[in-house]
């Protein structure tokens, strides 16, 4: 999320790489799109997140999965700190015991620390979930909890831009049965609308439908166009 003075951003990254050995070839591809739009009266925001990637060689896919998450913003009164968050996600990963993930939630977003250099974010959710799992042909429906500190430093000189979100998603009904979701991305201007940026996902699932821990991650480094629109004077 940006600050207020923002009031349309679309970031959009792309990535595609082909390399082939006496016949033994590897290609990946990525492709991420992020938009956030604000309400002339700044108390609602509209964010959609996309991604999609592929990692495959002629033999097996070392990545196959996509994720696309909507989420509804509303400030709470006059209150400059809470607000409310409603969201819908789907999400597919061919590698995983859980191959496809669908859920909805609400919770509240609190700002606990907002200047021109550092902003910091708590967030808590109610989820209801659908997931399927082809590997062992069950679909199971949970109610789980959603909890998210989310950091942002930008520094002025360099224009270095740091964002690290961290969530904690256990089962209301079983604690310990968890999922753990981390994003860092690190941009630097580069020419006009475009960045240097690098990004890096991590997902555990610590109790999955065999009984047993998975995890996934990527790193990728590559370019970020970038679209902003502001309309009002700077306001964190």
Do not use: C
């Amino acid at each position: 999320m940006q600050t207020d003075s923002t009031r349309f951003v679309l970031n959009s990254d792309f990535l595609f790489n082909y390399s082939n050995t006496d016949g033994t070839y590897i290609y990946r591809f990525n492709l991420s799109l992020n938009t956030q739009y604000k309400t002339k009266n700044l108390k609602n925001t509209f964010f959609f997140s996309g991604n999609s990637e592929l990692i495959r060689s002629q033999d097996q896919d070392f990545q196959n999965g996509w994720f696309i998450h909507f989420r509804y913003n509303r400030k709470l009164g006059e209150s400059e700190k809470l607000r409310l968050e409603a969201f819908i996600q789907d999400q597919n990963n061919a590698l995983l015991s859980i191959n496809s993930r669908n859920l909805v939630g609400l919770g509240l977003r609190y700002k606990l620390a907002s200047n021109d250099v550092f902003q910091a974010y708590l967030g808590n959710s109610y989820m209801y979930e659908k997931e399927v799992s082809d590997e062992v042909n069950q679909n199971y429906y949970n109610h789980r909890n959603s909890s998210y500190v989310s950091l942002a430093l930008r520094l002025p000189k360099s224009e270095l831009q740091l964002v690290n979100t961290v969530y904690f998603q256990p089962l209301y009904a079983d604690i310990s049965n968890f999922r753990v979701l981390e994003q860092f991305k690190a941009e630097v201007p580069l020419l006009g609308n475009f960045k240097v940026s690098t990004l890096f996902n991590y997902f555990y699932n610590n109790v999955n439908p065999l009984g047993k821990s998975e995890f996934t991650s990527s790193l990728s480094v590559g370019l970020t166009f970038v679209m902003e629109k502001k309309l009002f004077p700077s306001k964190i």
